[in-house]
């Protein structure tokens, strides 16, 4: 039989606890206080409520959780015989931020929060064993906290490791059916080269027009199998980037020629300025006329006939780059919204607005798969250098236009000469069949090299290749 009252059990429990504490201070909480024996798995209070009470656990185990957003619940710690708990609440004024339930069963101390409050205030026997007791708490949800988040940057990992392993695999299977896919292709555009030069299409109207229907499609087929195979290797593998001084006058004079058919025939007005006093760049000449290809192909896209495009040249101090050549492709076409400006450098990404539009390469909203910029960027950024867009948005009535500003190294990168980048040499020990399909590629594509650069004394060999391929 138990002879003490358990007014006597809390004092005992209460005295070596908060050693020191004054006798009126330890009567006036003993005095009310409550104590309660509770089987295990009872909810001595709920997070929300309003905190009556604060507790010690005098013997048992009662655990801390909170509550998820899917209704679940999150433990947070257990607390031991002799901690106090539930004095948060009190000590805040506000609701309770947690749960607490007994585990197993377990005897507490119910102390009420008016004379709890009114003895605290003026015993530090008190106030230190609570101070003692929130550093601990803070201690541990501090462990925790870092603990959770080292627990989610593992998982954060491991799901970015699955993506680039998918992205990969996506990537590798694109580049191997855009492989496989363009050499019958190239194939194609070689006997419908042949076929149209035959004297017998050339006399019969009907035929000449469907050879040449089907040249021009075999060659925009090859344009996007070339893209495709541009992008992967901009995105995956490695390109040595052969760099040599290159004049971007040239380049993009080169460039402007390849496309002065179409920028007659849409009215285009042409602008080249400050180009002939640039210094050389240390750079791959065929890679820098691929990207330039696909900036200048999108000014003439995007603007309307009769539009102005305006290509400049200036050399500017960077301050990640220090001395640059920047390159200005300005359009005066229908401009790119806030919200693409940065998304149109990403693969197949088109804005919506013009996806579904022409399909020719130089017509106006001749919209094409997504991938010129995407390799214009591998490619700058190969040389170490930048590209962004700028707009003041998106209006096909308006044509607010677009510029395209490019930034390149004057000086070569130390300390090798062939900087390993994101992208495979254009013209480096390409298979037989690549330069071949470089050969029948289109005249407007970009894997064509400046005309001065085109090894005519090889093209019959090329041809005699083709046809004994299969
Ligand atoms: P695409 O083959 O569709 O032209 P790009 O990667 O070259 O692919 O361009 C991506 C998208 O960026 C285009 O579909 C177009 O919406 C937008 N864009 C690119 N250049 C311009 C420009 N000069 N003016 C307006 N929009 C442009």
Redesign the pocket.
């Known amino acids: 039989m138990n002879s003490r009252s358990p007014q006597e059990t809390v004092e005992e429990f209460l005295r070596p606890l908060l050693f020191g504490i004054a006798e009126e201070d330890l009567a006036a909480l003993t005095e009310s206080s409550a104590i309660r024996h509770l089987p295990a798995h009872t909810t001595i209070c709920n997070e929300g409520d309003v905190g009556e009470s604060v507790y010690v656990l005098v013997n048992g185990e009662v655990e801390i959780l909170q509550r998820l957003e899917d209704g679940s619940e999150r433990h947070l710690h257990y607390t031991q015989p002799g901690e106090f708990f539930g004095e948060m609440a009190i000590l805040q004024q506000t609701t309770r931020t947690a749960t607490v339930r007994t585990t197993k069963p377990s005897t507490i101390i119910e102390i009420y929060r008016d004379p709890f409050l009114a003895v605290l205030g003026r015993s530090p026997s008190l106030g230190i064993r609570l101070t003692l007791r929130l550093v601990n708490r803070l201690r541990d949800s501090d462990r925790q906290a870092i603990e959770a988040l080292s627990a989610a940057n593992t998982e954060l990992r491991k799901a970015l490791d699955r993506l680039e392993r998918l992205d990969r695999t996506k990537s590798d299977f694109i580049q191997v059916a855009a492989h496989e896919l363009r050499t019958p292709v190239a194939a194609l555009t070689g006997y419908a080269q042949m076929m149209q030069n035959l004297p017998a299409v050339q006399e019969i109207p009907e035929i000449k027009a469907l050879s040449e229907g089907i040249m021009t499609s075999t060659e925009r087929l090859l344009r996007i199998f070339n893209n495709i195979l541009d992008t992967s290797r901009v995105m995956t593998s490695n390109l040595v980037v052969r760099r040599s001084p290159v004049s971007l006058s040239l380049t993009l004079r080169g460039v402007c020629n390849e496309f002065s058919k179409a920028i007659e025939a849409r009215g285009l007005h042409l602008e080249i300025k400050g180009l002939e006093e640039l210094p050389f760049c240390p750079a791959e000449p065929d890679l820098l006329y691929k990207a330039f290809h696909?900036l200048v192909?999108?000014?003439i896209?995007?603007?309307p006939d009769g539009g102005r495009i305006a290509i400049s040249g200036e050399v500017v101090q960077s301050p990640e780059l220090g001395p640059v050549v920047q390159v200005t492709v300005e359009?005066s076409?229908?401009?790119?919204a806030a919200e693409?400006i940065d998304l149109?450098?990403e693969k197949f990404?088109?804005?919506g607005?013009?996806?579904l539009h022409s399909s020719g390469t130089t017509e106006f909203k001749g919209?094409?798969?997504?991938?010129?910029?995407?390799i214009a960027q591998g490619i700058i950024v190969a040389h170490g250098g930048r590209i962004w867009?700028e707009?003041p948005g998106y209006d096909e009535k308006t044509c607010p236009g677009?510029r395209?500003i490019v930034q390149l190294p004057i000086e070569e990168p130390a300390p090798a000469r062939e900087t390993v980048a994101p992208l495979e040499p254009a013209g480096a020990a390409a298979p037989a069949e690549d330069r071949m399909v470089a050969l029948f590629a289109a005249d407007d594509s970009p894997q064509a090299p400046p005309a001065r650069d085109r090894p005519e004394e090889n093209d019959n060999d090329d041809l005699v290749r083709l046809f004994s391929l299969d």
């Open positions: 696909h192909n999108n000014a896209k995007y603007t359009d076409g229908i401009g790119i693409d149109i450098f990404y088109r804005t607005e013009v996806a919209g094409g798969p997504g991938l010129g910029l995407a867009a707009s677009s395209f």
